[in-house]
Structure formats: structure tokens, C-alpha cells
């Protein structure tokens, strides 16, 4: 296994989904996508990113360095490793939290908690905890230069509050007064 492959652990929560049918943003090519939420107590997690980071920085030093005289230090480029309390403090999801954004031109392969393929759609959502796998990579275009998070795997764990302000239908039609409902 590369040290810039990661395998993010259970308390990883996704967030904007995009996985099983690729996204265009601003007229880009088409993506599949997640956004990780990952606990800042998770510190097994965030260190095995920053290692993972760390580890694409010096295999894409060339890549990085360009037609350039050095290799930009690791500070000054794009991180895929962000802190929810600094970019998204109007967001509970992200509080005391990193997330790192991942995409890929492939579909993902989703299992279950067994791994078994997961068929029913309405068991991957924004808001599920599960672990997802990734890999980190240097890149260099546009005069854009950093490290990118490419989307692998995923693997549903356990049901979390649906993210994104929309109620369940379950949520919405139970009610206290049922037996009056149904008289």
C-alpha cells in the first residue's frame, strides 16, 4: 500500500455527495465526490492524512516544481486538509473538524459494513458515518500547484442526521397522534 493511500477511520462523516452520478462544478469534467468530515478527536485519522500529504508532496516534487527553480514549500500550496472551524464556521457539521474534499472520474466501489455492495441508494447520503479510502497526489496545471485527494472506496458504517437541511419522509409523517390519523 502507497503511504499516500488512506484509509480514514469510523467516525468519518460524508458530507455534499456526489457518488453515484459525477457532478459538473463551473462547467468542469464531470465528478463523483465527497466531502469527509473527520473529528478533530480522530487524531489516528488526521495523521495518517498529513502523512499521506506529506508523502504526495515529495513523490510530486518534480511535478511541483515545474519550470520553476525550486520546489514550493509544502505551506504554500493548495492543502487538501482543511479546518472546518476556519472554512465553514457557519456549518455545525464541520465544527471541530477537518474535511477534505475527494474526487474522482471513476465511480467509487460502496460496501456496507460487511462488504457487501451496496444497492439500496437511500443507505448513502450526507450525514452517514463510514470510512472511505483516498490517496493523495501533487499536481501542477493552470498555475495551480498542490496536493489533491483522489476518492477510491467507500464503506457505509452507520446512519448519521441527514445533512443538509432536508427532514427524511420518515421524520416528517411521524407523528404523536397517529391513532387520530388513522380513525
Do not use: H
Request: proline content about 5%.
Amino acid at each position: 500500500m502507497s503511504n499516500t493511500k488512506v484509509i480514514t477511520g469510523k467516525d468519518t462523516r460524508w458530507s455534499y455527495l456526489a457518488v453515484w452520478e459525477p457532478k459538473s462544478i463551473n462547467g468542469s469534467t464531470p465528478k463523483y465526490s465527497v466531502s469527509l468530515i473527520i473529528p478533530k478527536s480522530d487524531k489516528a485519522t488526521v495523521q495518517k492524512v498529513k502523512a499521506a500529504i506529506e508523502a504526495a508532496y515529495a513523490e510530486g516534487e518534480a511535478k511541483l516544481k515545474g519550470n520553476g527553480k525550486s520546489v514550493p514549500p509544502l505551506a504554500s500550496l493548495k492543502n487538501p486538509l482543511r479546518d472546518g472551524d476556519i472554512d465553514r464556521p457557519d456549518d455545525a457539521a464541520y465544527a471541530n473538524a477537518f474535511f477534505v474534499n475527494a474526487n474522482s472520474a471513476t465511480a467509487p466501489g460502496i460496501v456496507d459494513a460487511n462488504c457487501n455492495p451496496v444497492i439500496n441508494r437511500t443507505e448513502v447520503y450526507s450525514g452517514v458515518f463510514g470510512r472511505a479510502s483516498i490517496s493523495f497526489y501533487a499536481f501542477n496545471s493552470n498555475g495551480n500547484r498542490g496536493i489533491a485527494c483522489g476518492l477510491n472506496n467507500l464503506q457505509v458504517l452507520r446512519d448519521g442526521e441527514p445533512l443538509g437541511g432536508r427532514a427524511s419522509a420518515e421524520s416528517d409523517f411521524v407523528t404523536d397522534d397517529e391513532d387520530d390519523f388513522l380513525a
